[in-house]
């Protein structure tokens, strides 16, 4: 009795071996999946096309904050620098360019 319990626990931990190993390899696919992302989107933010200016940036879809903008970005909100844009909220941001193309508005009519 005693020898079939002892073997029963170990296969039991040969199982959750397995499984572990198994979603080890999976979150290391993962984890190689989303560094390639990462490379991409970071070459977009760093290698925008010059002829096609694109204002680029990245929120938190928890809270809105900016976490990153490229500079074409920044200089279409009238700022100088990305670290006068990061950690500004979205809808800051919101405001401020609705407040800008209403001004614009204006004066093109």
């Given at each position: 009795?005693?020898?079939?319990?002892e073997s029963?626990?170990?296969?039991?931990?040969?199982?959750?071996?397995?499984?572990?190993?198994l979603?080890?390899?999976?979150?290391?696919?993962?984890?190689?999946d989303?560094?390639?992302?990462?490379?991409?989107?970071?070459?977009?933010?760093?290698?925008?096309?010059a002829?096609?200016?694109v204002?680029?940036?990245?929120?938190?879809l928890?809270?809105?904050?900016?976490?990153?903008?490229?500079?074409?970005?920044?200089?279409?909100?009238g700022?100088?620098?990305?670290?006068?844009?990061?950690?500004?909220?979205?809808l800051?941001?919101?405001?401020?360019l609705?407040?800008?193309?209403?001004n614009f508005?204006l004066?093109?009519?």
């Open positions: 009795m005693f020898l079939f319990a029963k626990g170990f296969l039991t931990i040969r199982r959750l071996q397995k499984q572990l190993s979603r080890n390899a999976q979150l290391q696919q993962e984890i190689g989303r560094q390639i992302a990462e490379a991409k989107l970071r070459n977009l933010f760093e290698n925008a096309p002829p096609a200016p204002g680029i940036f990245s929120a938190q928890t809270d809105g904050l900016i976490i990153e903008a490229n500079q074409y970005f920044v200089n279409m909100l700022y100088s620098h990305a670290k006068d844009v990061i950690e500004q909220k979205l800051q941001i919101y405001l401020l609705h407040h800008c193309l209403g508005k004066k093109v009519r």
